[in-house]
């Protein structure tokens, strides 16, 4: 009988060697529509904003966590490998970003997504996304879906600044 590896699965920043992996995890969800498509040049200028875990050397989760505003950020590019999914991958990820907007004193955390419930579990709730001029005119305002966007929003308040 084979023996079953138990992994650690920490999450870490992502580094110049783990583009390709991002990238290719990325596209794998966004060819299904899944996930909004980014750029190899959006990846790298971003790189910093990124949290992996790895396994063998490849990218099997990621997430970002993008600043729009000392007040607000955004969880974006979340992703974990198909083959694992419901490991609680995307939930140590997703922790781990929230952890680093309380560091940096941000007050509320939102993120747009086709699976609300997973967010839900975290503390989220579902909002309009008109609560966040930052994303749709920063953003959202040049994605081939703005006029058409069906994505859901969803919000956290920050403990620390929970009257914002």
Known sequence: MPTITE???????????????????LNHYASMGDLLPRTLQDIVANLAH????????NVIACGS????????????SLMVASDIKGAGLG??????LINTAQ????????????????????GFI???????????WGICVNCYKFHNCDEIAVLLKLKQNQNT
Request: proline share 3%; no cysteine.
């Open 7 to 25: 992994h650690t699965d920490s999450v870490v920043s992502a580094g110049t060697d783990d583009i390709a992996s991002i990238q290719k995890l």
């Open 50 to 57: 990124f949290r992996v875990i790895k396994r063998d050397g």
């Open 65 to 76: 966590l993008e600043h729009f505003t000392d007040e607000l950020a955004e969880v974006r």
């Open 91 to 96: 939930r140590k990820i997703v922790q781990e």
């Open 103 to 122: 560091k940096r004193g941000v007050a509320r955390v939102m993120a747009l997504t086709y699976v609300p419930e997973f967010f839900h579990k975290l």
């Open 126 to 136: 579902t909002v309009n996304k008109d609560i966040f001029p930052e994303k749709i």
